[in-house]
């Protein structure tokens, strides 16, 4: 039989082709709980998707990925209903995948790509995941969700973060909603309580927007500005960056990758700033030559396997630019 979550238009079944090593068992006891995870890794990330995740996880030594059911933020379908997040489906819920530890025995693995933390779920994500809630139900696979945070041993885990319960009725409570433009404050009111995140206006709007106001001292019948206050605050740019040549160890830009694969052949000033740059913090490449070659390209991946296990290609890039500059500042260069 097939269940309706499978069914779903934004569904691809990748149980046969995603990365394995071996073979999770099966389940025991059937499935109580729908778990929901998010991957901490930006959604926008290269690697920020199952097939990525699958290859990371086995490198822990796990049979394949850790989840049955991915969603991908950054993969976009048309579907009859209009922009849905991809989903796709690696593990048979019947296998007892690693997710949960010790609950692992009774509860679906479901992640959802992102690092929310930082990134907000999208509209397109926010229907995906309450479609396929709505279809487990229907299905009668499980019998309540949680979080992983909410999964017993782990409330320390900063997992999934997004209000996952929220999603669940994202499409029902689609419909518009009209902000006036002024409100009147009412007691125990604060900025942060009408700050309005479906609106997308936040506290920093309404404080620009209300110039007069003294956002610590909210009078009841107070009038603030509201709908107007969308946008009203435009962040400051960042303070520029130092330039590269201040730093003891200078990173290039641009891409850089193996001589032999694609890069270019000869002795570069570039290639030498990044040799010195990993030997100074001990992912030794040998000599400083300016030559990407075997050593170099060894020790870009074993920069990146510590610090963005997601991106491992040892290629040097922006995101690998990042990160060294991030760790050479912590080591005090
Ligand atoms: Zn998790």
Redesign the pocket.
């Known amino acids: 039989m097939t269940y309706k979550f499978e069914n779903l238009p934004q569904l691809v079944d990748n149980r046969r082709t995603i990365p394995k090593d071996g073979n999770y068992s099966k389940r025991t006891r059937s499935i109580t709980t729908r778990?929901?995870?998010?991957?901490?890794t930006k959604k926008t990330l290269g690697g920020s998707d199952a097939a990525s995740f699958a290859k990371y996880h086995i490198s822990l030594g796990w049979p394949s990925i850790g989840y049955h059911i991915i969603i991908e933020p950054k993969n976009i379908v048309n579907t009859p209903k209009g922009k849905r997040a991809r989903i796709v489906y690696a593990n048979d819920i019947s296998l007892r995948t690693y997710?949960?530890g010790n609950s692992n025995q009774f509860a679906l693995?479901m992640?959802v790509a992102g690092d929310y933390r930082y990134d907000d779920l999208d509209d397109a994500t926010k229907a995906t995941i309450d479609e396929l809630q709505e279809a487990l139900v229907s299905d009668g696979i499980g019998k309540e969700d949680k979080?992983?945070?909410e999964m017993a041993g782990?409330s320390w885990?900063s997992?999934?973060v997004f209000n996952y319960k929220e999603a669940f009725k994202f499409l029902d409570a689609k419909k518009p909603s009209v902000v006036p433009g002024t409100y009147k404050i009412q007691e125990g009111d604060t900025f942060w309580g009408i700050a309005n995140n479906d609106e997308g206006i936040t506290v920093n709007d309404l404080i620009t927007s209300n110039p007069n106001v003294n956002p610590a001292k909210l009078q009841i019948g107070q009038v603030i500005n509201l709908g107007k206050a969308k946008n009203a605050y435009t962040p400051k740019p960042a303070t520029p960056k130092k330039p590269q040549s201040t730093y003891k160890y200078p990173l290039p830009a641009g891409v850089w990758r193996h001589y032999k694969k694609g890069g270019k052949s000869g002795s570069f000033n570039e290639v030498e700033q990044i040799q010195r740059a990993l030997n100074a913090i001990y992912f030794k490449c040998g000599k400083v030559d300016g030559w990407y070659g075997d050593l170099l390209e060894d020790a870009v991946r074993r920069f990146q396997l510590i610090y963005m296990p997601y991106e491992v290609d040892g290629v040097y890039g922006p995101n690998t630019k990042k990160k060294l500059q991030a760790v050479l500042k912590s080591k005090g260069y």
């Open positions: 778990v929901w995870h998010h991957s901490l997710h949960v693995g992640c979080s992983h945070n782990y885990k997992c999934c």
